[in-house]
T-cell receptor, first 112, second 110 residues
Framework: TQLLEQSPQFLSIQEGENLTVYCNSS?????LQWYRQEPGEGPVLLVT?????EVKKLKRLTFQFGDARKDSSLHITAAQPGDTGLYLC????????????FGTGTRLTIIP | DVKVTQSSRYLVKRTGEKVFLECVQD?????MFWYRQDPGLGLRLIYF???????EKGDIPEGYSVSREKKERFSLILESASTNQTSMYLC?????????FGPGTRLTVT
């Protein structure tokens, strides 16, 4: 079973600060997804990255897939209280088979 | 919008009881998944199904079984609930490359 380790596990910062969350594995993934989960809800997809070295931006969020497709990062610029939540990365081993391995999660709290 | 619904948001059961968790999706997806979510462990795959009456074990199937008699419905069964099955259970259905999750069922086994 592939493992995806996320760091940090918990992060609490002031509104307006920048932060980076990491997702690391020793396995190669054909694609990697990032989800955000709010209390009492299921995870919701933010982005999918497919190509090694790929960078995608979603407003203040920047996602990068490592060149070797083993790791990924999520960078948030000027964090806002609405960014608070549990962030999960998830890797797909065989492109298209839809079976994902989820990371351990990063619980982010933005303090107003 | 895709909608995935789960039969209960909160459930409390006693040790040894048989527990049914129901999941229904309305987008005609072929693939459906059951996960459990525990702090610090992320989501772990219990079972998944690629089609009606088809099922495959995930990473932690022990103590669980599933049923998929209709395309839109995927049930998770705990044959004899134990305290270590206290957890958040999440169901998902997928189109290519995106999993749509239900709101989850928080199960407590006492």
């Amino acid at each position: 079973t592939q493992l995806l380790e996320q760091s940090p596990q918990f992060l609490s910062i002031q509104e307006g600060e920048n932060l980076t969350v990491y997702c690391n594995s020793s396995s190669v993934f054909s694609s990697l997804q990032w989800y955000r989960q709010e209390p009492g809800e299921g995870p919701v997809l933010l982005v999918t990255v497919v190509t090694g070295g790929e960078v995608k931006k979603l407003k203040r969020l920047t996602f990068q897939f490592g060149d070797a497709r083993k790791d990924s990062s999520l960078h948030i610029t000027a964090a806002q209280p609405g960014d608070t939540g549990l962030y999960l990365c998830a890797g797909e081993t065989n492109f298209g088979n839809e079976k994902l391995t989820f990371g351990t999660g990063t619980r982010l709290t933005i303090i107003p | 919008d895709v909608k995935v619904t789960q039969s209960s948001r909160y459930l409390v059961k006693r040790t040894g009881e048989k527990v049914f968790l129901e999941c229904v999706q309305d987008m005609d997806h072929e693939n459906m998944f059951w996960y459990r979510q525990d702090p610090g462990l992320g989501l772990r795959l219990i079972y998944f199904s690629y089609d009606v009456k088809m099922k495959e074990k995930g990473d932690i199937p022990e103590g669980y079984s599933v049923s998929r008699e209709k395309k839109e419905r995927f049930s998770l069964i705990l044959e004899s609930a134990s305290t270590n099955q206290t957890s958040m259970y999440l169901c998902a259905s997928t189109d290519p490359h995106e999993q749509y999750f239900g709101p989850g069922t928080r199960l407590t086994v006492t």
